[in-house]
């Protein structure tokens, strides 16, 4: 009777073994890595739309709730409750102002009126919001950044002949309210969002 005798691996199949699986190491390790970039990219992604439907909410909201009602600025001139322009003039400056109704006193009412504003300045979007609509003197604006890495924010009047303007009010006019409001954000990435807001 024959009996068959046990060997062992030789240092060629070893050395063939820990090739092969060195190589499926290396490709295993690239398909993960590619999957967490892609994981990273995503999540990115998500996380910028969130922002920006939570700022466009925001930004609804305020015009939904204008008003018409003059305010003075912290110089004492009498200013529009809507109004815009592409430059910004000061530090304290928007390109859209807006005063809106304020948040409800908690008695079933409506709150005082109040004045917010945008703005894009320095690659950022930002909101701008006084402490009180009748701004006293050296009165300086709150300033919260609401997206960085902002290419373009550009906003568009419609007057009551339903053409577009690129600042408000139309030359000699106070206390008019615009029939509604565009908003068209340019990211750096290249996405372009572009709302419109029809105004009470």
Known sequence: ???????????????????VFAIMSVIAYG???????????????????RELTLILGRMEEDISLAVNRPYRDTFGNVKDPVAGNPQLF??????????RVGPANGKGGTGEPMHVGYRLREGRLEMVRWAMLDQ??????QVDVLLPQVKGF????????????ARWPPAGQQAVMPRAIRIVITLNSGEVIDRLWALP
């Open 1 to 19: 009777m024959r009996h068959q005798t046990q060997r062992g691996f030789t240092l060629l199949e070893l050395l063939v073994a820990l090739i």
């Open 136 to 141: 006293p003197m050296r009165d300086t604006p």
């Open 31 to 49: 398909g993960l890595d590619r999957i967490m970039a892609v994981r990273a990219r995503l999540d990115a992604e998500n996380r910028k739309w």
């Open 90 to 99: 000061n530090a304290d400056d928007a390109n859209l102002h807006i005063v």
């Open 154 to 165: 550009d906003v568009g009047f419609m007057n009551d002949q339903g053409s577009w303007d």
